[in-house]
């Protein structure tokens, strides 16, 4: 290998090429990975063969080598993945923060577009479902009062709240977070 001899290294390459990337792949579970640090692995052994000193035989030190690339690579990914978790969990401590704290103008911006978002869903109801959640919800109106002024039955009134409710809960399905929120911090 001092030599660079391309017949000696082709030979190494195409004898271990296939096992390395396989032992490689017990180690991280992902064989582009693993085809990629055989890969280097490799260049490594082409690019510094007349300043190696490999006391082993050259599959030996393969071996040896992408073992201890794969060891690097799940350190690094492990690192990676706990800085990312510990980045995520201080972002959720701050969103939390944020929507408790009822004084802050970002609580007040989240706060209107829900309530944009709440009118938007209930004037895209059909129009007796809309009166008559209106009259329950926001004139507090009883079942039995909106049937006698709507001159509908009361399982009428009662179908059409099923189906607003329905329709906002499907609606609002992606706010469930920011609406808890809201409602906790006014309790």
């Known amino acids: 290998m001092r030599n660079r001899d391309l017949v000696i290294f082709e030979e190494l390459f195409f004898n271990y090429h296939g096992r390395l990337v396989l032992f490689a792949n017990k180690f991280l579970g992902d064989m582009q990975v693993s085809r990629d640090l055989v ?7 082409w690019e510094k063969a007349d300043q190696l000193e490999i006391n082993q035989s050259p599959k030996a030190y393969l071996y040896q080598a992408v073992k201890n690339s794969c060891l690097n690579y799940n350190r690094h990914l492990s690192i990676k993945q706990s800085a990312e978790a510990e980045i995520q ?21 989240i706060e209107l577009e829900l309530e944009e978002k709440i009118n938007e869903v ?22 039995k009062e909106i049937a006698k002024k709507l001159n509908i039955s ?11 409710l329905f329709i906002l809960r499907c609606n609002l399905a992606d706010y469930l977070g920011v609406l808890l929120m809201v409602l906790i911090t006014k309790l």
Request: with cysteine; net charge positive.
């Open 89 to 109: 969990n201080k972002i959720s401590k701050l969103e939390k923060q944020v929507y408790k704290n009822s004084d802050s103008p970002y609580y007040s911006l």
């Open 39 to 45: 890969q280097d692995a490799f260049f490594a052994l």
């Open 154 to 164: 009361v399982k009428t009134v009662e179908k059409h709240i099923s189906k607003a």
């Open 122 to 143: 209930i004037e895209s109801m059909p129009d007796k479902c809309r009166e008559v959640f209106k009259l329950s919800r926001f004139e507090n109106l009883k079942n």
